[in-house]
């Protein structure tokens, strides 16, 4: 196994190991690591989980592309983009639906805050189907703390979860993300708006409840603090990007293809992207603040204290 990280991430697991800590203890993985592709030694039949954030994907695709990775590519992310980015390079792309309860916040450490299952990985390729390369990642997964079934409808999986994330960005704004935030019903309406109109087929919320069941349990992780989702620590780390394009993007993409408006969606989309920019840390604004410029956005009157142009 060789992992591929960059700048610091890299040099902290080069010189300590990568540090998974969890509410059973800590863990380290010593193993090689580069910092491009074409460094690490994939031969022949190498399968690469690729685990980068969605706005990072085109370059770690040109990356493993160039590195000639031949076999299997398994796409270990957020948001619907990443596997037909792959697909262009790769001849067999896999994607995996993360329900993870995690976060990376310093180099060379990660803290999952689940036990003993450490979350739900179920695996498919894309665009649809399973085969014994599935079957033996999702063994594999399952002899590491997760949940992992083999699923030829993988990507009806990831919209579902896709629909969930769009309140990623809610909770970086606002600092929190109550199961009753306005917000996040109005984005959430117009998803649903979206896949009606587009034709796009997910599993419905019971599937999912049912699936998620009581498997995930949160627990106290020593020297951590369950911070947020993964665009909450996108602005507590500072590094000037954020994954909502992939996300409420996602939906206003689809509003704009097939005639559906999406104003809830590029309000958050937009100032996301602002807060990431400007290096603001979670909680920019607040929860009714968020609702006040999102109404207006949907009534055509735009707030001028949270410019969204």
């Given at each position: ?6 700048g ?25 690591v580069?910092d ?65 309860p995690?976060?990376h ?32 990642i999702?063994?594999?997964?399952a ?5 992992s079934e ?10 579902r979860?896709l ?6 960005a ?42 998620r ?39 206003c ?14 309000v958050v989309?937009?100032?996301a ?30 707030d ?6």
């Amino acid at each position: 196994m060789t992992l591929v990280a960059r700048g610091e991430h890299a040099a902290t697991i080069r010189r300590a190991g990568l540090r998974l800590d969890s509410p059973d203890g800590v863990d380290v993985l010593r193993a090689p690591v580069v910092d491009t592709a074409d460094l690490a030694d994939f031969a022949g039949t190498a399968t690469v989980l690729l685990s980068v954030k969605s706005q990072d994907t085109a370059a770690a695709v040109r990356d493993l592309s160039r590195a000639g990775v031949a076999e299997a590519v398994v796409c270990v992310q957020n948001g619907v983009v990443n596997e037909p980015m792959a697909l262009r390079c790769f001849d067999s792309v896999y994607g995996i639906c993360v329900m993870l309860p995690a976060e990376h916040l310093e180099p060379g450490v990660v803290a999952v805050h689940s036990s003993p299952i450490g979350g739900i990985l179920d695996i498919g390729r894309y665009p649809a189907g399973s085969d014994d390369r599935a079957a033996e990642i999702a063994e594999a997964l399952a002899g590491a703390t997760f949940l992992s079934e083999p699923r030829a409808d993988i990507m009806r999986w990831k919209y579902r979860k896709l629909i969930m994330n769009l309140g990623n960005a809610v909770q970086a704004l606002c600092g929190r993300l109550e199961a009753g935030d306005p917000v996040l019903g109005l984005v959430r309406e117009e998803a649903e708006r979206c896949f009606a109109a587009a034709g796009v087929e997910s599993v419905t919320a019971d599937e999912d409840r049912v699936r998620r069941a009581d498997h995930i349990t949160l627990l106290p992780v020593p020297g951590h603090q369950r911070s947020g989702g993964s665009s909450y620590q996108s602005l507590l780390r500072a590094q000037g990007s954020i994954e909502t394009d992939y996300l409420n993007g996602e939906i206003c993409l689809l509003g704009r293809l097939h005639g559906v408006a999406t104003p809830a969606n590029a309000v958050v989309q937009r100032l996301a992207n602002r807060a990431a920019a400007n290096g603001s840390a979670p909680g920019v604004m607040t929860a009714a603040e968020l609702f006040e410029t999102v109404t207006q956005a949907i009534d055509g009157k735009p707030d001028s204290r949270w410019p969204i142009g």
